[in-house]
């Protein structure tokens, strides 16, 4: 998928799950649960073990986008799509990794946090900007944001939950991801996948309200 393609279809779906948690088995179980729920565009982050194995097997499937996030190094780019990944994610804002994926035919998108890193990633030819981590003030912070930058294509990820996700795209934001708000850590330990499926569909509601 084309860099492109991969913004115009997060535009369109306005969410994605991202995953990350410390057992290869648990990660395909809640993975599987958040697809059940309606999520088409996903992500696993390389700190989870076997990562590289449950982004080529997810991305097997033809309904879904893949990606990894957590990427950090050139190596484990490049490693990722060749493992299947469709778009990268990084917490940080590096042009050598932007221009990697820019060389691979992918999208990325790089964390940043303030207008200066965020402008500093779109100038190194990012085509969206991870917000990270997503402030208290939230909505507030990026409604300020993209009123001088009307340019950029923000994506808040850590903090954004079923309360937050319709304000945060109300103010301006490309889309949103979420973490912890989807895969609660008691449900993942106690293999409740049940229950994230369900809150996947509450929150893929929440984003679509």
């Not at 207008?115 to 997503?134: D, N």
């Not at 330990?189 to 509450?202: C, K, L, M, P």
Request: hydrophobic letters at 50%; a neutral charge.
């Amino acid at each position: 998928m084309s860099p492109d393609a991969f913004v115009d279809l997060i535009r369109l779906e306005r969410c994605s799950a991202i995953l990350r948690t410390n057992d290869a088995d648990v990660a395909r179980r809640a993975m599987d649960a958040a697809v059940r729920g309606g999520f088409r565009v996903i992500e696993f982050t390389l700190t989870t073990p076997r990562a590289f194995d449950l982004v080529g097997e997810f991305a097997k499937r033809a309904d879904l986008v893949v990606g990894a996030g957590t990427v950090l190094s050139i190596e484990d780019a490049r490693a990722a799509v060749r493992a299947g990944a469709q778009f990268l994610v990084s917490p940080v804002v590096d042009e050598a990794l932007i221009g990697v994926a820019r060389e691979l035919g992918v999208a990325i998108l790089p964390g940043a946090f303030t207008p200066t890193e965020m402008w500093r990633a779109h100038c190194a030819g990012a085509p969206l900007v991870k917000l990270f981590p997503a402030p208290g003030t939230g909505p507030t912070y990026v409604r300020q944001i993209v009123g001088p930058f009307p340019q950029l294509r923000i994506v808040p990820t850590a903090g954004v939950d079923a309360t937050n996700a319709a304000p945060y795209l109300e103010a301006g934001a490309w889309a949103v991801g979420f973490v912890s708000s989807l895969f609660v850590a008691d449900d993942l330990a106690n293999g409740r996948f049940d229950r994230i499926e369900e809150r996947a569909r509450s929150l893929r509601a929440a984003a679509a309200s």
